[in-house]
């Protein structure tokens, strides 16, 4: 059997995030997915080394790599659409769960019992959904800091309610708060002043 999986998959960087909202920089779901991959293989260290966590970091980074996979059929919904009231959005996570089964029923059959708990995020075990979650938003709120830093006012509420979802999260996430204060401030500086830095 031949297979659409990897078609699908590649089709990511096409996919724009940000559709109603002008951006300096134009952001795309590849590059959120690995960054956020990155992030929650991050978080998931962290939670482990320093917080008494038991969380496989390799398949939160794996887990991250794929949760943007249902907008290689439909787009990305952008967030006042989706969730503009509770009727709506229950409907869109319904054509997210339903995107999500056509991607993984785009695989070789004998494939698809390791990917159903990846792909599909219903499947997924809620820990790595919340680290996932967590390296989600910060990403964005990392995003919304670099287009602060490039004036551009369209981010600044943006920032704003990402700021709070944070401060929420570090509440019970000690991980997010080791991350805000020992990563956060150098990703959105220069590589002059990067580069001056260990």
């Not at 980074?61 to 059929?73: C, F, G, I, K, N």
């Not at 602060?148 to 981010?155: A, D, G, T, V």
């Not at 704003?160 to 708060?177: C, D, F, G, H, Y």
Request: net charge negative.
């Amino acid at each position: 059997m031949e297979s659409t999986f990897l078609a699908w998959m590649f089709r990511m960087p096409l996919i724009k995030r940000w559709a109603l909202m002008y951006c300096v920089k134009s952001e795309n779901i590849a590059e959120h997915s690995h960054q956020v991959a990155v992030v929650a293989h991050l978080l998931a260290v962290i939670k482990n080394k320093k917080f008494a966590g038991n969380l496989n970091a390799d398949r939160a980074a794996t887990v991250a790599l794929y949760h943007e996979a249902s907008e290689t059929r439909y787009g990305d919904i952008v967030s006042p659409t989706k969730y503009a009231n509770s009727e709506i959005s229950r409907e869109f996570k319904n054509i997210e769960r339903l995107a999500e089964q056509e991607c993984l029923e785009s695989l070789p059959e004998e494939l698809r019992d390791i990917f159903e708990d990846i792909v599909v995020q219903d499947n997924v075990e809620q820990q790595y959904k919340d680290i996932v979650k967590a390296a989600d938003i910060m990403v964005a709120y990392i995003k919304s800091l670099d287009e602060l830093n490039h004036n551009n006012p369209e981010f600044e509420h943006v920032e704003q309610n990402l700021k709070i979802k944070l401060e929420r999260l570090s509440a019970t996430m000690p991980e997010v708060e080791y991350f805000m204060s020992t990563f956060l401030r150098f990703c959105t500086v220069s590589v002059d002043k990067l580069s001056k830095h260990p």
